[in-house]
C-alpha cells in the first residue's frame, strides 16, 4: 500500500492555494467547488467525470474546473495518484483577469483536460515556488503568464460555462445548508 502524503501551503501574497496529492488511491466522489481549480497530474491514471463528460487523464495532463463544475473521479491504473493543484477564488481570479485583460470579468474555461507544455511550463514552477514557500518576486508574474495563457487559450465569458442548472443547485444547497440538522 502506498503512503498517502496530502500538503497545502497558502500563498499569503498572491491569495491562492497549492497542494499536492502524492499516494492517494482513493475515489473521490461528485462534487464541485465554488473557487477555480487548476491541477496537472505528475502521475497515475484516473478516470474523471466533469460536467456529465468522461474524461481518462494520466501523467502530463492539466485539469480546469470553474466554479460549479461538477466532478468526480476514480483511479484505474492500480496505481496512485500524484497531483498537483491550485485553488483561486472568484475575487482572486477577477482581479486576476483584469490584470491580464483589462476587463474585470470572470473567465469561464470551455476545456476540462488539456495538454498543453506552454501551461505546463507555468504552472509547476509556480507550484513549486508556493510549496516551498519562496518569496521570489517572480511568483506575480508567472501566475500572470498562466492565467493570461488559459483565458488566451481556454477562456470565454464565464455566464457561458455556467450549467443551465445552476439556480436549481443554488437553492438546493441554500435549502440543505438551512436545514443540515434536520433529516431532509
Known amino acids: 500500500m502506498n503512503r498517502e502524503v496530502k500538503t497545502v501551503v ?13 499516494g492517494v488511491e482513493q475515489p473521490f466522489p461528485n462534487h ?6 487548476i491541477g496537472f497530474m ?10 456529465n463528460r468522461e474524461y481518462t487523464i494520466a501523467k502530463g495532463d492539466i485539469v480546469i474546473f470553474n ?3 461538477n ?5 484505474t491504473d492500480g496505481g496512485a495518484l ?14 486576476l483577469a483584469a490584470e ?23 504552472l509547476r514552477p509556480l507550484h513549486e515556488l508556493i510549496m516551498n514557500s519562496s518569496l521570489e518576486f517572480d511568483r506575480e508574474e508567472r501566475l500572470l503568464l498562466l492565467i493570461s495563457l488559459l483565458i488566451q487559450r481556454y477562456g470565454q465569458p464565464f455566464e457561458e460555462c455556467v450549467p443551465e442548472c ?13 436545514h443540515y440538522t434536520e433529516r431532509i
Open 67 to 69: 466554479p460549479g463544475d
Open 10 to 22: 497558502y500563498d499569503s501574497e498572491l491569495h491562492i492555494e497549492a497542494y499536492r496529492f502524492e
Open 32 to 37: 464541485f467547488h465554488e473557487y477555480y481549480v
Open 166 to 178: 445552476r439556480e436549481e443547485i443554488e437553492r438546493a444547497c441554500a435549502y440543505m445548508e438551512e
Open 82 to 95: 500524484d497531483y498537483r493543484g491550485f485553488n483561486i477564488t472568484k475575487e482572486v481570479m477577477l482581479e
Open 42 to 51: 505528475e502521475g497515475g491514471r484516473r478516470r474523471l467525470s466533469c460536467r
Open 100 to 122: 491580464v485583460t483589462g476587463r474585470r470579468a470572470l473567465p469561464g474555461f470551455t476545456r476540462t483536460v488539456v495538454s498543453d507544455e506552454d501551461v505546463t511550463g507555468c
Open 71 to 75: 466532478h468526480a473521479c476514480v483511479q
